[in-house]
């Protein structure tokens, strides 16, 4: 018994003209009427037992006919040669009466069912059939059985492809494990709802999916008070995730698990979801659980490809991914929703712990809804190419934008005097590359033709926001164009962490500014070709009242600046840590200004422990005073206004600095 539709036809005999059910009655008297209802289908092999080779035995349902919520009518049955079983009743309506159907199956009516053994059909119910004196109604009613068993739950379920008839199948059997023999192909609409604990496991020596859920088909998984449905992978190492979607729809609610399977090297772990060819897949997560799957690929607990996934409740949780997307992996031309009390948390994998969202093209707007529709620790995976960002897209939540398959460029448009990203309110947005043979660059191409002033740094940090630089990524100015009045990365109140890639070629301000008891914590990388020739204030690297850490491999290099500190400025109460990386190359021009490689202003503290900073040596890596007459006393190397005090040749790694120590103990050549 695969499906049961219920015909009901409502014929009222007083009356001599039958028209719509949803035709208006204005009358409200009440008065009686027969109703005569006929049930099955004589054109469809599959009757309302679904007996194969056997008589169907609807002589042996036991029916109800309730009227607006009253006493339950038993009405007269008859049976024709064709099988159409035959409801008479006498009955009293209003004008706004309505009709429910009910029907009892008897479980010794079905002892012929097939080698699956014994169905039995639940009682069922058609709520709500407006009957009005002048109607006819036809309705279709939804069967349910009762299952305790996979070889059960396959006669069940599976085939008769393209049945539109809704079937309820009842899970029982308290505390019981059953092992799947095959996947179950779901090709019309079946409901499994757990009465009980049930829990399906796969065992040696299977390694199938467990449900595939075609074009034409969906599959609803709930539960009733009490009961739970567990779908577990651990018995075996399967090959397949526990439910593929190929086109059809997949719906889960609470108390339904997927959990504990293992694949080596493909994708998807506890859900795999794809176009069929024609067809979208459809899956719906209202509530429930994904937990502890893991993946070779991509997708730990859901992958998504050409399809669509949304999540209005449950949890995905403690799954990983060898590649990306720990929780959930959108691929190319799917999309992802999630809303209400869902929530995805504790994945792991090396991009998009949480969700990773491959976008093929980007415009502000998808960049912004990405953004937006990923939970945090999650990642957009970016396809190759160059996109013109003209609109800032704002990251409020921990965010990793990478690429995916080639290089990719997000523009500043010239012109436009918008930033790319804005980071606040805590969030945190990481720009890397998924290898090293791929690079992900925010190119600012402001032109000539832009605004004299009013250009905003291309990522602008604030409000404990963080932006992290990593290699392979790089914030690039490649037109060579003078940007008026901006730096090219704007922290206040928040942090910037640079373990590697690349800031390079701005002009008139520099590179970074870290203010207000910001944080810049370098340990790779490299800022590079920065430069403020036009006038104003500004500096590659400004420290204003915030701390600057640097170490390991960074670097600070071929920088020049117009005024104080051709490589780093400190102002105000700024603190510098130097315990490693490399200060060279960098020089400023003018004969007022000091620290070709490091100014510390008055009030602002100075100390190196580690790495190396270049005075005027001669070589290409000195960093240097470079207007005519201007040279040791001005601090080649570090310059630090309180004292004055001065370095002009290389401080190596075993020299230290300190700005609040005079003479030579604080690693000075040139003191009052």
């Not at 024609?278 to 399809?307: D, P």
């Not at 701005?506 to 914590?521: E, K």
Request: proline share 4%; glycine share 14%.
């Amino acid at each position: 018994m695969k499906a049961i539709t219920f015909t009901c036809l409502v014929i009222l005999v007083a009356c001599s003209l039958l028209v719509s059910c949803f035709s208006p009655w204005t009358g409200e008297k009440e008065e009686t009427v027969t109703i005569t209802i006929r049930l099955g289908n004589p054109s469809n092999a599959r009757t309302l037992v679904g007996n194969t080779g056997s008589t169907p035995e609807y002589i042996d349902f036991t029916y109800e006919l309730i009227i607006d919520g009253g006493a339950p009518i038993v009405p007269e049955i008859t049976i024709d040669a064709a099988n159409i079983v035959t409801l008479t009743a006498t009955v009293s309506i209003s004008g706004s009466s309505m009709l429910t159907i009910k029907a009892y199956g008897d479980a010794g009516s079905f002892t012929n069912f097939g080698a699956a053994g014994t169905k039995i059909l639940r009682a069922v119910t058609k709520n709500c059939i407006p009957i009005t004196a002048n109607s006819t109604i036809t309705a279709a009613m939804t069967s349910a059985m009762e299952v305790t068993s996979w070889t059960q739950l396959e006669e069940a379920a599976g085939g008769d492809p393209g049945n539109t008839r809704e079937e309820i199948i009842f899970l029982k059997g308290n505390a019981t494990i059953w092992n799947p023999s095959a996947h179950i192909p779901i090709e019309r609409p079946i409901i499994l709802r757990a009465e009980d604990a049930v829990k399906i496991l796969s065992a040696s020596p299977y390694t199938d999916t467990f449900f595939e859920v075609k074009t034409g088909g969906t599959l609803i998984m709930e539960c009733e008070a009490g009961g739970s449905l567990t779908l577990d992978g651990s018995g075996t190492t399967i090959a397949k995730s526990i439910i593929d979607v190929l086109g059809g729809t997949l719906e889960i609610n609470t108390d339904v698990t997927l959990e504990n399977i293992s694949i080596p090297g493909t994708n998807g772990g506890a859900v795999y979801v794809v176009n069929d060819g024609s067809t979208n897949g459809t899956f719906i997560m209202n509530g429930g659980t994904i937990a502890n799957n893991t993946i070779g690929s991509h997708g730990g607990g859901v992958y998504v490809l050409n399809a669509s996934f949304t999540i209005n409740g449950g949890t995905i949780n403690n799954n990983s991914a060898g590649t990306s997307g720990g929780g959930v992996f959108i691929d190319s031309g799917g999309t992802f929703v999630m809303s209400g009390t869902a929530s995805i948390t504790s994945n792991s994998a090396p991009f998009g712990e949480n969700v990773a969202y491959s976008l093929s093209s980007v415009t502000p707007s998808s960049l912004q809804a990405a953004c937006d529709t990923i939970p945090a620790n999650s990642a957009i995976l970016i396809s190759s190419g160059s996109y013109p960002i003209d609109t800032p897209v704002t990251v409020n939540k921990d965010i990793t934008i990478t690429t995916n398959g080639g290089n990719v460029t997000l523009q500043q448009p010239p012109a436009i005097g918008n930033s790319v990203f804005t980071i606040g309110n805590g969030g945190k947005l990481t720009l890397t590359s998924v290898n090293g043979s791929e690079t992900l660059s925010l190119d600012s191409e402001f032109g000539v033709s832009g605004p004299a002033s009013g250009y905003n740094p291309v990522v602008k940090v604030s409000s404990k926001g963080e932006l992290v630089i990593e290699s392979g990524a790089a914030i690039k100015n490649l037109k060579g164009y003078i940007l008026n009045g901006s730096y090219a990365v704007q922290v206040t109140d928040g942090k910037l962490t640079m373990t590697g890639g690349e800031i390079s070629g701005f002009s008139r301000y520099g590179a970074v500014l870290i203010a207000d008891s910001s944080v810049f914590t370098m340990s790779g990388g490299i800022i590079t070709l920065n430069s403020s020739p036009g006038g104003g204030s500004g500096a590659p690297v400004g420290v204003d009242n915030s701390t600057f850490i640097m170490s390991g491999g960074a670097t600070i290099t071929n920088n020049n600046s117009n005024v104080n500190g051709g490589g780093v400025r400190l102002e105000g109460s700024s603190n510098f840590t130097m315990n490693g990386g490399t200060i060279s190359g960098n020089y400023v021009t003018y004969n007022i200004n000091f620290g070709g490689g490091v100014y510390v202003g008055l009030g602002a503290t100075f100390i190196k422990n580690g790495g190396t900073i270049y005075g005027d040596d001669g070589t290409g890596d000195a960093n240097r005073i470079t207007f005519s007459g201007g040279y040791l006393d001005q601090g080649p190397a570090v310059y630090c206004a309180d004292g004055p005090k001065y370095r002009h040749s290389n401080a190596g790694p075993t020299d230290s600095m300190n700005s609040s120590s005079a003479g030579a103990a604080g690693g000075w050549e040139i003191w009052p």
